[in-house]
């Protein structure tokens, strides 16, 4: 072997020794600086440990195995959330843009089967608040993807045994984010781009007696889909009703599908908004029971109006669609029955401009179609302004034909009182606000009669009927004309619901319509 070849093979192994060597020490390193800041430049309040660092310089890759994460309250001992990983990859970091660009910048952050426990009732909200304070960012941090896989999140309320919130196998993933000084002083601490999640169930407590509940959940190009909705009081009607102190109506409310499309939130000023251009529910069933025995809630009861106009955030949906839903109302007033119902089915319906962002006169319209129990075509146009300070109102109605005996469900159990003859048509328009309302309606029936009955509900009270039936008009024509007409004028009661104004102003228009005033 030549001098001049014995010299570049020594050359050769020599620089492979160095890079080697330099590697580790490179590595190990960079490696020291990692378990440094994780450990160290964290806040106080949060501690964290993990089983095994690895770090490769030339893939610019770093994995964590087995990490968890404990954050206590600022000024407490207590620890109100806990985080556990199996595994977090971090990859390919660019060391040219950290060097010469003053940035962190990471092509990909993996996290693998994350186990997040959030105690709201132990959190305390630090005497200093301001934002931003917590973490100090020297350079900013630049993740183009970021996906955390199979995550196990829960929420508890007030104990471990009150869970606010629990999702089973969620996966999210999100793209372009950005964090630095200034995105940790928002409400939503970082900027992104495109997003993914999915969950496979998903609960959560919406108030003192009532969860909802969804099998799947899938959100993908700003659209999102949620099969198998449910939401409904968890407990039955009879110990809903002692438990309660006052009026509260139980319900269940089950939807086949929701979808919403083009959403959109974020925060303005520190103020949440949400928006879409299109929300529908398909199949949903809606079941409220209402016991009437409990005692009244006096509460004021504001109208739809108002309610939108003060939600806490901005809300706007462009169109909002109801496909072959359902609606069964029953209402329970006297001991030892099971209360009378009145029901919806084929519901149909699309709600224009739904919201609280939607400039001064531009109205909130809801176009209603429906069958009323299982006979009359129903038809309602409903529209009113949110911005309107004095929540004026306008509902018209179309009823079809209906056999009056169909309300005797209804009106037998919670009136005494049994319908008899066939109402061909009635239109109705209700013109309020707040405090007063008129309606004028026009009735076109046959034959009708109404029968009083006593406390068992069957027995007939003769006179009272036929007092009554005295001041009835049999039909609608005895006069010449096919229709009847009747108008009268409501004061609202508010500590009610607006379907009982609506109820007060029907029960006005009809009395109008059979007696002629």
């Not at 192994?13 to 160095?18: E, M, Q």
């Not at 390919?92 to 997040?116: A, G, M, Q, R, T």
């Not at 970082?190 to 509940?213: C, M, Q």
Request: proline content about 2%; glycine content about 4%.
């Amino acid at each position: 072997m030549s001098k001049s070849v014995r010299i570049f093979l020594i050359v050769l192994v020599s620089a492979g020794i160095l890079i080697v060597l330099g590697k580790i020490a490179i590595n190990t390193f960079l490696k020291n600086k990692v378990e440094t800041f994780v450990t160290q430049n964290l806040p106080p309040n949060y501690q964290s440990d993990f089983d095994k660092l690895s770090l490769d310089l030339f893939d610019g890759t770093i994995t964590f195995k087995d990490v968890s994460l404990q954050i206590q309250n600022a000024d407490t001992a207590s620890v109100h959330s806990t985080v556990t990983v199996k595994e977090l990859i971090i990859e390919d970091i660019s060391y040219w843009k950290y060097l010469f660009h003053n940035e962190i910048h990471i092509e990909d952050i993996k996290i693998f089967y994350p186990e997040v426990t959030y105690y709201t009732h132990l959190y305390r909200t630090p005497k200093d608040s301001a934002r931003g304070s917590a973490l100090n960012l020297n350079k900013p941090i630049r993740i183009d993807e970021l996906s955390i896989d199979h995550t196990r999140l829960t929420l508890f309320d007030d104990s471990e045994e009150n869970t606010l919130l629990y999702a089973e196998n969620l996966t999210v993933e999100i793209d372009d984010i950005l964090i630095d000084q200034n995105t940790l002083r928002k409400r939503l601490p970082l900027e992104f781009g495109d997003y993914i999640a999915k969950a496979d169930s998903i609960f959560a407590k919406v108030g003192p007696y009532e969860n909802v509940t969804t099998r799947n959940f899938k959100l993908k190009k700003k659209r999102a889909v949620f099969t198998n909705l449910k939401l409904a009081t968890k407990y039955s009607r009879q110990q809903h009703a002692q438990l309660l102190d006052k009026e509260r109506d139980h319900f269940d409310l089950t939807i086949d599908s929701l979808e919403i499309d083009a959403i959109d939130f974020g925060f303005t000023e520190r103020e949440l908004f949400v928006n879409s251009n299109r929300l529908l529910l398909a199949q949903p069933k809606l079941d409220i029971y209402r016991n009437k025995l409990v005692a009244d809630d006096f509460s004021r009861k504001p109208l739809y109006s108002e309610m939108l106009r003060k939600l806490p955030f901005q809300l706007s949906i462009d169109t909002a669609a109801v496909k072959n839903g359902s609606i069964r109302y029953t209402e329970k007033v006297t001991e030892g029955t099971n209360g009378g119902t009145i029901e919806f089915t084929s519901l149909d319906a699309t709600i224009a401009n739904l919201g609280n962002t939607y400039s001064e006169g531009t109205k909130t319209k809801l176009d209603i179609n429906a069958v009323f129990m299982k006979d009359a075509p129903f038809h309602v146009d409903w529209s009113f302004d949110v911005r309107d300070p004095e929540n004026r109102f306008v509902f018209k109605a179309d009823v079809g034909k209906l056999a009056a005996a169909q309300l005797n469900q209804f009106t037998r159990e919670n009136l005494r009182a049994n319908l008899e003859g066939t109402i061909q048509q009635t239109y109705f328009t209700v013109s309020g606000d707040d405090t007063y309302s008129q309606i004028d309606m026009r009735m076109k029936y046959d034959e009708f009669k109404i029968k009083f009955l006593n406390d068992n509900g069957k027995d007939k009270k003769w006179l009272k009927s036929a007092v009554a039936n005295l001041f009835i008009k049999k039909n609608s024509d005895q006069e010449g004309v096919d229709f009847r007409e009747g108008n009268g004028e409501v004061t609202r009661v508010k500590h009610k619901s607006f379907f009982n104004y609506l109820w007060l102003n029907v029960e006005k228009g009809l009395k109008s319509c059979v007696t002629g005033g």
